[in-house]
């Protein structure tokens, strides 16, 4: 840390930059966590998962489907049979676990080893010293999903002896980009709860019970109640087209479904929309759909990305908000 404390005017507002020792946090921040038992087991257990059902996939490829335009994207979507999931949905469903994990005592953690009137002695603003512990971890999260990333891809490179398409690579960049960005939202979530609760333990388990909300039970309530209620039961062709919009609605209001979206959109070139009336559509053509081109998929996944990094600085600034209004103590 830098000795010299930041300079306060006369009036008692601080001068320079409020970002003074975020550098500082990030790096220790990110060492503890990259060097930490913790982390490693879990990036363990993630990597041995998605390589498994990779190295699955990647013989059935072989098999069933030979010669194909989009083998790097079937590596990520065909599910094996001994794997119950692709790789593309285990990325899915361990992204938030590991997010979760990374930020679940990031600011509770110092509380209860009475460490923050220490840290804050150090020339360094709250503001810097909560962006840094979110910029550490969403680094460590985004080394963790990049090497996964190049893990799957050199698999795939090793099974079929090709190297990817840049229409191929491009699509999975998008991919690893909009899961670093469903990860953060879910940091921000469980960063929220370390500063909201004192209790890791607390912390934690508010963290994973909003994420096996959203990730099980979220299509269920909305379908069920949420819909129903605000458009009323789908009787006729307006109620049902209104109660079809309202479901949608509310359905992107979880991460998991723009996620979802944003991998069904890059991962299947031939998606052409979202929803049940993109679906009847397909199916009325009779035929099966034209592949979009590479900008035209990204064009349709755009607003799920947005969301997706809107939702992560909304969340952070709700958290940054109620960190300033807490009271420090020695």
Request: aromatic share 10%; glycine share 8%.
């Amino acid at each position: 840390m830098p000795r010299s404390r930041p300079a306060e005017g006369p009036s008692g507002r601080r001068r320079g930059s409020p970002w003074t020792g975020m550098g500082a946090v990030i790096a220790k921040e990110a060492a503890d966590h990259l060097g930490g038992a913790r982390m490693v087991v879990v990036e363990l257990l993630m990597f041995l998962i998605a390589l498994a059902a990779a190295w699955f996939a990647a013989t059935v490829i072989r098999t069933n489907i030979g010669e194909s335009p989009y083998l790097f994207l079937h590596l990520l979507i065909v599910t094996p049979e001994s794997v119950p999931l692709p790789v593309a949905s285990i990325i899915g469903l361990v992204t938030p676990v590991i997010a979760i994990v990374l930020g679940f005592d990031a600011v509770n953690g110092e509380f209860n080893q009475r460490t923050f009137s220490r840290l804050l002695a150090q020339p360094i603003y709250r503001d810097a010293l909560l962006l840094g512990k979110f910029l550490a971890r969403l680094l460590v999260l985004t080394i963790a999903l990049v090497s996964l990333w190049l893990l799957v891809l050199g698999l795939g490179v090793l099974r079929f002896g090709l190297p990817p398409s840049f229409e191929e690579v491009a699509r999975m960049l998008g991919f690893l980009a909009a899961a670093i960005a469903y990860g953060g939202v879910w940091l921000a979530i469980a960063l929220l709860f370390s500063v909201l609760f004192r209790s890791p333990a607390t912390a934690a388990l508010g963290s994973f019970g909003l994420w096996l909300l959203f990730t099980f039970f979220w299509s269920l309530i909305v379908t069920r109640l949420v819909a129903r209620v605000i458009a009323g039961s789908p009787e006729d062709v307006s109620g049902f087209i209104s109660y079809v919009q309202t479901l949608h609605t509310f359905e992107r209001l979880s991460p998991n479904t723009l996620f979802s979206e944003v991998a069904a959109g890059l991962l299947v070139p031939s998606t052409h929309g979202f929803g049940l009336f993109a679906q009847l559509n397909e199916r009325l053509q009779g035929t099966l759909p034209t592949p979009l081109s590479t900008a035209q998929s990204f064009i349709l996944v755009w607003p799920q990305l947005t969301g997706l990094v809107a939702a992560t600085i909304v969340i952070f600034v709700i958290a940054y908000i109620a960190f300033q209004r807490q009271e420090i103590r020695a």
